[in-house]
């Protein structure tokens, strides 16, 4: 029984000091394709998810300004942001995807760049 008490005491503990530890929030910025305000709308929806604190995309300079928890990675924001059919400087997104988009949103066509 002691033993058990013992292992009961442990796992709490360890759990306790695992949920006490701290999320560091990364501030950061990166540039995006995209050409208009459905674009906007559609690359902060990409990364409006709980670990993301703030999220702000710029038409004219291109640049998102983003703050999220440490618990995941830019690279995770750059292919959700790739996955809806915008460019990062990291990450292409699918030709498919990128097809799909609205015609005032084909950032690759040079008709649409502003």
């Known amino acids: 029984m002691k033993k058990l008490l013992l292992l009961v005491s ?15 929030v990364i501030e950061t910025e ?8 459905m674009c906007k709308s559609r690359i902060e929806k990409a990364v409006k998810i ?3 604190k703030f999220a702000k995309w710029n038409k004219d300079s291109k640049i998102l300004k983003i703050a999220f928890e440490s618990t995941i990675t830019a690279d995770s924001l ?3 942001i790739a996955a809806v059919g915008h460019d990062t400087e990291l990450m292409k997104a699918d030709d498919k995807v990128y097809k799909k988009l609205p015609k005032c949103c084909l950032y690759r066509d040079n008709a649409n760049s502003h």
């Open 30 to 37: 990166f540039k995006v394709s995209g050409v208009c305000g």
């Open 78 to 80: 750059h292919k959700r």
């Open 50 to 52: 709980d670990e993301v």
């Open 10 to 24: 442990a796992i709490f503990i360890t759990a306790s000091s695992i949920m006490a530890q701290e999320t560091e």
